[in-house]
C-alpha cells in the first residue's frame, strides 16, 4: 500500500505563491494518477488539480492558470506549483490516488481515490 506526504504548505500573502509536494512511497506513483484536493473549514473537499499516468492535467477552473501541477516519476512526486494565491485558496491540501484497479485517470471526484495523504495546510493572508 502506497503512503503519500505532502510538504510544501505554509502562510503566504496574497499573490504569493507556494509549491506544495506530495512524496510517495511504499509503491511508485508511475502508472497511476494524482489528484490534489483542498477543504477548507466547513466545506466539503473539492478537486483542485489532476495529472494522469501520461501527464495529462486537469484543473478546477477558479485554479486554471494560476496553478500548475507536474510529477517527476524519478522522485516518485507529484507537485502543486500555487502562484497568484488569494485568500479563496487557504484550505487543507491533500493529495491522492486512485485505486489499482483503475489507475490511469484522475478523477474529480473524493470516491474516485483510495489512498491519500493526511495534508498541509495553506493560509492565504490578506
Known amino acids: 500500500q502506497v503512503q503519500l506526504m505532502e510538504s510544501g504548505g505554509g502562510l503566504v500573502q496574497a499573490g504569493g505563491s507556494l509549491r506544495l509536494s506530495c512524496a510517495a512511497s511504499g509503491r511508485s506513483l508511475s502508472g497511476y494518477a494524482v489528484g490534489w484536493f483542498r477543504q477548507a473549514p466547513g466545506k466539503e473537499r473539492e478537486f483542485v488539480a489532476g495529472?494522469?499516468?501520461?501527464?495529462?492535467?486537469r484543473y478546477k477552473d477558479s485554479v486554471q492558470g494560476r496553478f500548475t501541477i507536474s510529477r517527476d516519476n524519478a522522485k516518485n512526486t507529484v507537485y502543486l506549483q500555487m502562484n497568484n494565491l488569494d485568500t479563496g485558496d487557504t484550505a487543507v491540501y491533500y493529495c491522492a490516488t486512485p485505486p489499482w484497479n483503475n489507475p490511469f485517470q484522475a478523477g474529480t471526484q473524493t470516491y474516485e481515490y483510495k489512498d491519500w495523504g493526511q495534508g498541509t495546510q495553506v493560509t492565504v493572508s490578506s
Open positions: 495529472i494522469n499516468y501520461s501527464g495529462k492535467t
